[in-house]
């Protein structure tokens, strides 16, 4: 057991980026990782949500998941943040979490903690690269220490390519393996870093 304490956090919609969060959760913890998978709350009426099945289906079958709170992020000393990508940007709900922490980032409370991102959408050159590139846009901010994959592992160029973070295109399509294994191998670089940091 590492003395690394990782909050994974994500929002999923229809569930790409709910399976890619539990993948690297197994893969810290496989690492030596202490780990609190949590989803951010939905910030979309209820009423929108019900009237689409498979966003419906998602949001009933992850009710019981935590939902991220300020006390995660004080408890955690690293972060993977997963979500979808809308418009090029990070989902309007990571967001709205992210914005709720004006109150720990003024005490230094989100500083010098190793953190990393993934993210997905439905069509290639969707815009993942700038939403991970955003992202960390604000993480740079709190004085987080980004450790992004980069081109440090053969996987890297089987699965997405993306130096920054594993990205997915899978429209509904089950993530490929070689995806499966980047996201592994992201979690268990950043679990080694987020540890360095710690001792």
């Keep these: 057991m590492s003395d690394v304490r990782l909050a994974v956090v994500y929002y999923s919609t229809y569930g790409t980026n ?7 959760a197994d893969a810290a913890r496989a690492a030596g990782a202490e780990v609190r998978l949590l989803k951010v709350q939905e910030t979309v009426p209820e009423s929108i949500v ?4 498979t966003w419906k289906a998602q949001a009933e079958k992850t009710r019981d998941v935590a939902v991220a709170g300020p006390d995660d992020m004080e408890w955690a000393n690293a972060y993977l943040f997963s979500a979808p990508t809308r418009f090029g940007v990070s989902a309007s709900q990571l967001r709205a979490f992210i914005d709720s922490l004006g109150p720990l980032w003024a005490k230094g409370a989100l500083a010098n903690k190793a953190v990393s991102a993934m993210t997905s959408a439905q ?8 939403t ?44 490929p393996e070689p ?9 268990r670089r ?10």
């Design 132 to 175: 991970l590139l955003g992202l960390y846009t604000t993480l740079m901010h709190w004085g987080a220490i980004i450790v992004a994959p980069g081109y440090t592992d053969p996987i890297q160029y089987q699965a997405s390519g993306n130096p920054y973070g594993v990205t997915v295109t899978v429209n509904g399509q089950p993530i």
């Design 18 to 24: 709910h399976q890619m969060a539990e993948i690297a």
């Design 190 to 199: 950043l679990v080694q870093f987020a540890a360095k940091i710690a001792a």
């Design 50 to 53: 019900a009237k689409q099945e």
């Design 123 to 130: 069509n290639a050159h969707g815009g993942q690269e700038t």
């Design 179 to 187: 995806v499966k294994e980047a996201i592994r191998y992201q979690a």
